[in-house]
């Protein structure tokens, strides 16, 4: 009965049948309040973790801003970091962007004054050009040939180098493939002023025999001092696989090209003696060759022309070290055999030679830890160094075996990590009317080169086909020559290449055909049927060449290999009485 007594009711129904104890407002509401209090004091607070806890909400949510160097225990820790590291985020270009991008960055431009003397200074060759002058005023004042020669051979030279001295500065400025496509292009300018000249004053021997020689100056001379330059410095050096395969494509076509009217012509020469109706007489046979040169003239332009689509535009990656991946890296001598000559290199160019992980000491940790690697074995998992190190620095570890993670710092003023300034020498617009002057010299003295070679001939034991095949490429070749063996030893080879092997596509592929078109405008009857001699010459060439080129990677006695083929052959012309068979069947006037 107590406890019924007890128990009130506070129903609606309980208070009309009146047996309930009404309640008021305030006692409902510290009812509220106590059952409140009550909950707050059974709930169980959450555990407390230190700020470099994998689970902290501070390394969930990133909020948590560290300095330093922090010590990680676990793999979350690393994808943490990795997650919060900041990364630049670099905005796509455009194709004509990329193109003229240059490969390193640019530096300050240089006023007029420093621009002048560094022209001046350029090489110490420019104190040859005294004898521009002299060529000149012995050409209308006397008249003896060697001299004139000598002189005039004497000021082309550093003409040439300044030439290539303009072209190497214009090519700072714009990507790799094109720069080397320029020094490629304004380095044959003065094999073209030659033969231009040379063609007009129907001395198609010359013309011939000079183009043929440029070719293989720069596919032995060029490219053998090229490889054997950069060879002193560096163990190997590795270049473009893919574009040296298509430019011995190239030059093989080039080949088959001269070989084809050679071949036309030896065919017709043992036909005679055939019935009259499978002979040929010379005038036809001469009006024949000429025909079908200027229509092989005409495809080499366009293939030329699908050339430079292909290598500019289509397949313009291929020809960019970074992303072609199909270059190997250059690799220096070791301490013990390295030459003492060359300097070592303090600055550290990206991509140039392989990083050797040496351990060393972190000044950012407070208590010790080294840079190196761990031993999987000894530390029961496997090696940090291949899980961790994605670069060519090595990842900071602890002396206890944990992973530590450096916060980056970006470089100030750097638009490329670890890549040099490239400090140009001379401006653009120095460099254009440098360019202008140079080959308006070049031109004239030329021209007195030129007149002077029949002379020459006449009083000395040298021929014209060594005239043309080895004293003239040696000037015109003068300004890549320079360019490429300066730049394999900067360890930048695929230029080189580029230069001197692409210099050669373009002699065969373009400068070749179109002083035969030319020819063909101002009635000069040139053909590509060229020295039986000079053509086989040019074959075994461009096979060795190949074969040195094929694994994509160069060293010192490739580059002695191709030297002394040039000096062979330079013998081997030395002897050789010379063959114009062009001339048995064609004359010009």
Not at 2 to 25: C, I, K, Q, V, Y
Not at 248 to 268: D, E, G, M, Q, R
Request: proline share 6%; glycine share 8%.
């Amino acid at each position: 009965m107590a406890s019924n007594a007890n128990n009130t009711d506070s129903s609606p129904n309980a208070l009309e049948r009146g047996n309930a104890t009404p309640t008021s407002p305030v006692s409902d509401a510290q009812h509220q309040q106590q059952q409140a209090d009550s909950g707050l004091r059974n709930r169980k607070e959450p555990p407390s973790y230190p700020p470099s806890s994998p689970i902290s909400p501070a390394a969930r949510t990133g909020t948590q801003r560290s300095t330093g160097t922090q010590n990680l225990n676990s793999p979350l820790d690393a994808s943490a970091v990795t997650a919060v590291a900041p990364r630049k985020s670099k905005r796509k270009l455009s194709y004509w962007q990329g193109l003229l991008k240059p490969k390193r960055r640019v530096g300050e431009t240089p006023t007029w004054s420093s621009s002048l003397r560094a022209i001046v200074f350029a090489s110490w060759l420019n104190v040859l050009l005294v004898f521009i002058p002299v060529s000149w005023a012995l050409h209308f004042a006397i008249h003896n040939d060697t001299v004139i020669f000598v002189t005039a051979f004497l000021a082309i030279i550093p003409l040439a180098k300044l030439l290539g001295f303009a072209t190497e500065e214009l090519s700072l400025r714009v990507g790799e493939t094109l720069g080397g496509l320029l020094n490629a292009t304004l380095g044959n300018a003065v094999e073209l002023i030659i033969s231009i000249i040379a063609l007009t004053k129907c001395q198609l021997r010359v013309v011939q025999a000079s183009l043929i020689g440029s070719i293989l100056s720069n596919l032995l001379l060029v490219l053998g001092m090229c490889f054997f330059a950069g060879g002193t410095k560096f163990s190997t050096q590795g270049f473009l696989v893919s574009a040296a395969q298509l430019n011995s494509s190239l030059l093989t076509l080039s080949v088959v090209a001269v070989l084809i009217p050679a071949t036309f012509h030896a065919a017709l020469s043992n036909s005679s003696g055939q019935t009259d109706e499978g002979t040929v007489s010379s005038g036809s046979e001469g009006d024949r060759i000429l025909k079908m040169s200027r229509g092989v003239a005409v495809i080499l332009l366009f293939i030329y022309g699908c050339y430079l689509t292909y290598q500019l535009w289509s397949h313009a990656h291929l020809y960019e070290s970074k992303q072609s991946g199909g270059v190997q890296k250059s690799m220096k001598y070791p301490e013990s055999v390295r030459l003492p000559h060359w300097p070592h290199d303090k600055k550290s160019t990206k991509g140039s030679t392989e990083a050797l992980n040496a351990p060393t000491s972190n000044p950012n940790v407070a208590n010790g830890p080294t840079t190196g690697t761990i031993d999987g074995e000894a530390a029961g998992r496997p090696s940090i160094s291949e899980s961790h190190n994605t670069g060519t620095h090595p990842v900071p570890v602890s002396s206890d075996g944990h992973l530590l993670a450096e916060q980056p710092q970006e470089p100030e003023g750097e638009e490329d990590d670890g890549e040099e300034v490239e400090e140009p020498q001379i401006s653009v617009p120095a460099a254009a009317i440098l360019l202008v002057g140079v080959t308006v010299l070049v031109a004239f003295t030329a021209e007195f080169l030129v007149d002077s070679i029949n002379g020459l001939v006449e009083s000395s034991p040298l021929s014209q086909e060594w005239v043309g095949l080895i004293l003239l490429p040696i000037v015109g070749n003068a300004a890549e020559h320079v360019t490429a063996v300066t730049v394999s030893v900067k360890d930048k080879l695929d230029l080189s290449i580029g230069v001197a092997v692409g210099s050669s596509i373009q002699i065969s592929l373009l400068v070749i055909p179109f002083i035969v078109v030319l020819g063909w405008i101002i009635g000069k009857p040139l053909t590509l049927l060229f020295d039986p001699f000079e053509a086989v010459v040019l074959f075994l060439t461009v096979i060795t060449v190949n074969y040195v080129v094929a694994d994509g990677q160069s060293n010192w006695l490739e580059g002695m290999i191709l030297m002394c083929l040039y000096v062979i052959i330079a013998v081997a012309l030395w002897f050789y009485p010379g063959n114009d068979p062009a001339s048995t069947l064609l004359t010009c006037t």
